[in-house]
């Protein structure tokens, strides 16, 4: 298996512009976490899906911010308008079972200027 | 929410030294993980350790679990300049016997091994 596969690597937008960022899990992996890492705030956990249901989006900033996983194998996370402060590093991880060990995707570094 | 916190914040040895790190956590857990991060990339799992359960190796990982305490350790032996990475524990969150499922992450240990 390949492994978490996220795109794109990098992303550089314009404030006030739509960013999409995708995720394919590992195949037969029923968790999806979407995380974002920041100096000042460390690894956030956004939001978690099982069985492709969102279970906790506690941590989604605000509603710029919507994640939808529509089949086992992909998941995307879209912000809109995006603004300055959401540059950061954004991962995805998927795993077996609760509380299991999770695999990590490269992460997208997002830029928005 | 739950979270790890590691500490030190940061940690700089000498290659052949023992680094250790450690965890706290606020509430009950069913397992508590460590990830290891290197520079620009995506986390990876370096070993699960379980809330019934009170230490475990791994090749020169070895990790330990106090419950009551609320804390765990991550001792790397013999350490070697490719150690250099920021180590995470993560803590799934006990609710009554079951799991939630979420995974929270502390802020790292950033340790760095000088050759």
Same mark, same amino acid.
């Given at each position: 298996?390949?492994?978490?596969?996220?795109?794109?690597?990098?992303?550089?937008?314009?404030?006030?512009?739509?960013?999409?960022?995708?995720?394919?899990?590992?195949?037969?992996?029923?968790?999806?976490?979407?995380?974002?890492?920041? +100096? +000042?705030?460390?690894?956030?956990?956004?939001?978690?899906?099982?069985?492709?249901?969102?279970?906790?989006?506690?941590? +989604?900033?605000?509603?710029?911010?919507?994640?939808?996983?529509?089949?086992?194998?992909?998941?995307?996370?879209?912000?809109?308008?995006?603004?300055?402060?959401?540059?950061?590093?954004?991962?995805?991880?998927?795993?077996?079972?609760?509380?299991?060990?999770?695999?990590?995707?490269?992460?997208?570094?997002?830029?928005?200027? | 929410?739950?979270?790890?916190?590691?500490?030190?914040?940061?940690?700089?040895?000498?290659?052949?030294?023992?680094?250790?790190?450690?965890?706290?956590?606020?509430?009950?857990?069913?397992?508590?993980?460590?990830?290891?991060?290197?520079?620009?990339?995506?986390?990876?799992?370096?070993?699960?350790?379980?809330?019934?359960?009170?230490?475990?190796?791994?090749?020169?990982?070895?990790?330990?679990?106090?419950?009551?305490?609320?804390?765990?350790?991550?001792?790397?032996?013999?350490?070697?300049?490719?150690?250099?990475?920021?180590?995470?524990?993560?803590?799934?969150?006990?609710?009554?016997?079951?799991?939630?499922?979420?995974?929270?992450?502390?802020?790292?240990?950033?340790?760095?091994?000088?050759?």
């Amino acid at each position: 298996d390949a492994g978490v596969i996220q795109s794109p690597r990098h992303e550089v937008t314009e404030m006030g512009q739509e960013v999409t960022l995708r995720c394919k899990p590992i195949s037969g992996h029923n968790s999806l976490f979407w995380y974002r890492q920041t +100096m +000042m705030r460390g690894l956030e956990l956004l939001i978690y899906f099982n069985n492709n249901v969102p279970i906790d989006d506690s941590g +989604m900033p605000e509603d710029r911010f919507s994640a939808k996983m529509p089949n086992a194998s992909f998941s995307t996370l879209k912000i809109q308008p995006s603004e300055p402060r959401d540059s950061a590093v954004y991962f995805c991880a998927s795993s077996l079972g609760e509380g299991g060990k999770a695999f990590f995707g490269q992460g997208t570094r997002l830029t928005v200027v | 929410s739950q979270q790890g916190e590691e500490d030190p914040q940061a940690l700089s040895i000498q290659e052949g030294e023992n680094a250790t790190m450690n965890c706290s956590y606020k509430t009950s857990i069913n397992n508590l993980q460590w990830y290891r991060q290197n520079s620009g990339r995506g986390l990876v799992h370096l070993i699960l350790i379980r809330s019934n359960e009170r230490e475990k190796h791994s090749g020169r990982l070895r990790v330990t679990l106090d419950t009551s305490k609320k804390s765990s350790s991550l001792l790397i032996t013999a350490s070697r300049a490719a150690d250099t990475a920021s180590y995470f524990c993560a803590t799934d969150e006990d609710n009554r016997g079951s799991t939630l499922g979420r995974l929270y992450f502390g802020r790292g240990t950033q340790l760095t091994v000088w050759p």
